[in-house]
């Protein structure tokens, strides 16, 4: 990743940038994140899109994986990098023709996205302590939408899945898994469709992380402090 020190251009980041400034100035409602007051500030420039702090806060308070409570600078870190790849991801998605996203797949990412927290008014708590309003969590939607339907596109339409490599996953996962547990391994047919999923989305995976390594070479990324000493 190489860290740009030339001059931005900062009429056209600015207008980016605010955006979505001045809203960490918001009272915060949740225990959750209370700890948390954003002054929003750049964390990141890739390619010209500005990535915020408060970018940041909006990534992990979406995350039901992540933990409740005040975000290490390692945390952030993380969060700042899966950010960056996502903003490559999406510069590349926009070069697409008719990339169209309905109101409807819209819809249909954020249900999924609710289903995974524990309720939805904790969803909502979480949205509300960071400041995220509808019409930016609807632009972060659109934005992953976008993503997902590039890698669709451009990674997951060209992965092929053998017999030989249904047969050997079957043979070392499956029927070794039963053996285990002393029962009888599924026929084959009744998980061959599950199967296919997973080998698909382990290649998918694959071919995207090589194509990020590739993209974070050529793209101009500038990391400001703290990031700039935690990301390599």
């Given at each position: 990743m190489r860290r740009i020190a030339r001059r931005l251009p900062w009429p056209a980041l600015l207008?980016?940038?605010?955006?979505?400034?001045?809203?960490?100035?918001?009272?915060?409602?949740?225990?959750?994140?209370?700890?948390?007051?954003?002054?929003?500030?750049?964390?990141?420039?890739?390619?010209?899109?500005?990535?915020?702090?408060?970018?940041i806060l909006w990534y992990l308070a979406l995350d039901p994986e992540t933990p409740d409570g005040t975000f290490s600078e390692e945390v952030r870190a993380r969060a700042l990098q899966q950010l960056i790849d996502q903003t490559l991801l999406r510069h590349e998605a926009e070069k697409l023709p008719a990339l169209t996203i309905a109101e409807s797949e819209i819809e249909n990412y954020l249900a999924q996205l609710r289903a995974r927290f524990p309720s939805e008014s904790a969803f909502r708590r979480r949205v509300a302590a960071v400041g995220l309003d509808e019409r930016t969590l609807r632009e972060i939607a659109r934005h992953r939408v976008e993503i997902l339907r590039f890698i669709d596109f451009r990674f997951r339409s060209f992965v092929f899945v053998s017999e030989q490599e249904v047969q050997w996953y079957y043979q070392s996962h499956v029927v070794s898994e039963a053996q285990r547990r002393g029962t009888a391994p599924p026929p084959l047919e009744d998980v061959r469709s599950l199967i296919e999923r997973i080998l698909r989305d382990e290649k998918t995976k694959a071919e995207m992380i090589a194509w990020l390594d590739e993209a974070r070479r050529r793209a101009e990324i500038v990391l400001y402090p703290p990031y700039r000493s935690l990301l390599k």
């Open positions: 207008a980016r940038f605010l955006r979505g400034a001045l809203v960490g100035l918001l009272a915060l409602s949740s225990p959750a994140l209370a700890q948390t007051i954003l002054v929003d500030r750049i964390a990141a420039v890739v390619n010209g899109t500005v990535i915020t702090e408060s970018d």
